[in-house]
């Protein structure tokens, strides 16, 4: 895959996520390790179906707990199963919807197969192959059996009735939470019932509901969010009326460039109802025990909340799609998969730049403010930054082993970021002389381009004038 001249410029500017894509790449150690050699064929075969139709979720899956492992993978497919059919729009409603409720039944039926789908799906091989995902889930225990097949049958229902409702969209924010629900919230609660399952988590998890949904709502409304345009495309609306008619007549108005401002300050409503999620969030990941476990909820909400703070009063998103920066993932990726304190700070920094993009002239300036406060009070109250010992330590001038460590920490990522810097320009110097000995080797003419620049003629002339340019600087053959 060819390198981008952009990305090259961007990384040149950003190091530190150079760095960070380095790191990750160079030291990122998985907590276990998938060991392909000891699987059967058919199970090999959901693998690489994994890897197909999931570049987020494929590679923190394939690191988790073995005793997890297959059934999140099947769990997954299963639920991206249903997903295709639901997304593909190519096949009849009248088809769609019977396929959809009864997918719970086909989970687990030998040799099942669906070639229907359009030829530019791109999940369609998946659906074309999955009596091997049928076959392994076959051989999972009978508990986390129970526990797939019964959200994939909730979830398949509640995907049923939204295709047959998909151009009028949703109404009100009670409709949107419970789409939300249907197609993140349920993924939230299977995870955490098998989760407990395998003992991996906090049974406490279970008696708290409120936790699972938000970890699946605060993924699912930001990616809505992100995705308006596309969906918008797609004749699709999943932003609620009751939320888009304060600001426009119409759905569609939100798109015009006049409207850019007014679209901005909608998508500040939609933002600040997303956030209502994210302590719940945090509150959910203190109750994970395993640290596999941990870094697969905790990643995904360390990339939405970076997104939710990318598409923050962003016109972008209603032109087209925008993603963060591969550097800025690993960035996140690396913090989010250490500690519970570590990803606290992730959603502090993040927090910190949506108050900073919020602005007085955006009607939800103050309950946006609020927001941004609530979740740092809610991580103040569990890793409180003033600590006592702390503050005497440092009347008295002397750095606590906390400092010392960060200090040192910090003088290193210095030093790196300095010698990754004086490396790619020192990669860019050399290539740039490389090219320029290879174009004077096949006889480049660098006399007559620094003549023609030097009178300041910096486009490429006719052929007409071309040639003339080439009769004055051609003496002949000596």
């Known amino acids: 895959m060819g390198v981008k001249i952009g990305d090259v410029f961007y990384y040149l500017v950003h190091v530190q996520q150079l760095r960070a894509m380095i790191q990750w790449k160079t030291w990122h150690m998985p907590v276990h390790e998938r060991k392909p050699e000891n699987e059967a064929k058919s199970l090999q075969i959901c693998f690489d179906l994994l890897d197909m139709t999931s570049r987020s979720f494929s590679g923190v899956i394939q690191e988790l707990h073995p005793e997890l492992l297959v059934p999140i993978a099947l769990f997954y497919l299963n639920l991206r199963g249903l997903d295709t059919v639901e997304d593909d729009m190519t096949i009849a409603l009248d088809e769609k919807v019977p396929i959809l409720k009864g997918f719970f039944k086909i989970v687990d039926k030998e040799g099942w197969s669906y070639d229907g789908s359009g030829p530019d799906e ?26 797939i097949t019964d959200i994939t049958r909730q979830m398949g229902e509640g995907m049923a009735y939204y295709v047959t409702n998909a151009e009028r969209g949703v109404d009100t924010v009670k409709d949107y939470e419970l789409y939300c629900h249907i197609v993140a919230g349920l993924v939230g609660e299977g995870l955490t019932r098998l989760f407990v399952l395998s003992g991996l988590a906090n049974k406490v998890l279970l ?26 495309d797609d004749k699709r609306r999943f932003w609620p009326k009751a939320i888009w008619s304060k600001y426009v007549d119409n759905f569609e108005d939100l798109f015009k460039p006049e409207n850019i401002i007014i679209a901005q300050n909608c998508s500040s409503e939609m933002v600040l109802n997303a956030l209502s999620h994210a302590d719940e969030c945090l509150f959910y990941l203190a109750g994970l025990k395993e640290q596999s476990v941990f870094n697969f909820c905790a990643i995904p909400q360390a ?18 799609n925008i993603k963060i920066t591969k550097g800025e993932a690993c960035e996140n990726m690396i913090q989010s998969t250490q500690n519970h304190r570590l990803v606290c700070d992730l959603f502090r920094v993040y927090v910190r730049k949506i108050h900073k993009k919020n602005t007085p002239r955006d009607p939800n300036f103050l309950k946006i403010s609020i927001a941004c406060g609530k979740i ?9 930054s003033q600590d006592p010992k702390a503050i005497v330590r440092a009347q008295a001038g002397q750095p606590g082993p906390i400092d010392s460590a960060e200090k040192k920490a910090k003088e ?20 740039s002389c490389l090219m320029i000995g290879i174009a004077y080797l096949f006889g480049a003419r660098f006399d007559v381009a620094l003549s023609e620049l030097s009178k300041g003629k910096l486009s490429r002339p006719d052929p007409a004038v071309a040639d003339e340019i080439i009769k004055k600087y051609d003496h002949g053959e000596l």
């Not at 939405?304 to 009063?313: E, G, Q």
């Not at 210095?414 to 050399?430: E, P, Q, S």
């Open 207 to 232: 008696n708290r509901p409120e936790l699972q949904e938000s970890m699946g709502q605060f993924l699912q409304k930001t990616n809505i969010i992100r995705d308006i345009r596309e969906d918008f």
């Open 412 to 431: 290193e990522a210095k030093w790196d970021t300095i010698y990754m810097f004086a490396f790619v320009m020192g990669t860019l110097f050399f290539l």
């Open 303 to 320: 990339m939405a909340i970076s997104t939710l703070t990318l598409v923050f009063r962003n016109p972008a998103i209603f032109k087209r």
């Open 376 to 384: 740092e009070q809610f991580i103040e109250s569990l890793y409180p």
């Open 122 to 147: 791109k999940d369609r091989e998946l659906l074309v192959k999955f009596y091997y995902v049928t076959e392994e889930f076959r051989k999972i225990k009978p508990e986390y059996r129970e526990v």
